[in-house]
Nanobody, 127 residues
Framework: QVQLVESGGGLVQAGGSLRLSCAAS????????MGWFRQAPGKEREFVAA????????YYVDSVKGRFTMSRDNAKRTVYLQMNSLKPEDTSVYYC????????????????????WGQGTQVTVSS
């Protein structure tokens, strides 16, 4: 089992920045690809970013490329999502997730491949 706890959400004006953190506990964290997803009211959950288990590869949805950066610190068992130049359309509940398969070579962008989920943190961007 992997337990995930997100933090760092809040209210920010358009153009501002936030850094989300996701702390992991439980079984080995360093072996699993990690992802960030978000879900706005009335919408489906969507992929935001993912990072390989070794931190070498990162992937982003087109709408956040150049603005968001995902990173991880395996020693601290934490992943981060640095969000800059925030827009009102970024308003959502953000969830971190851990891949259910260790050392997977292909980093998934679909929620079906992620077994462990945090409780979510609200990000609200005002215009």
């Amino acid at each position: 089992q992997v337990q995930l706890v997100e933090s760092g959400g809040g209210l920010v004006q358009a153009g501002g920045s936030l850094r989300l953190s996701c702390a992991a506990s439980g079984r080995t964290f360093a072996n699993n690809n990690m992802g960030w997803f978000r879900q706005a009211p009335g919408k489906e959950r969507e992929f935001v970013a993912a990072i390989s288990w070794n931190g070498v590869s990162t992937y982003y949805v087109d709408s956040v490329k150049g603005r968001f950066t995902m990173s991880r610190d395996n020693a601290k068992r934490t992943v981060y999502l640095q969000m800059n130049s925030l827009k009102p359309e970024d308003t959502s509940v953000y969830y971190c997730a851990a891949d259910r398969i260790s050392w997977r070579t292909v980093v998934s962008t679909t929620s079906d491949e992620y077994e462990y989920w945090g409780q979510g943190t609200q990000v609200t961007v005002s215009s």
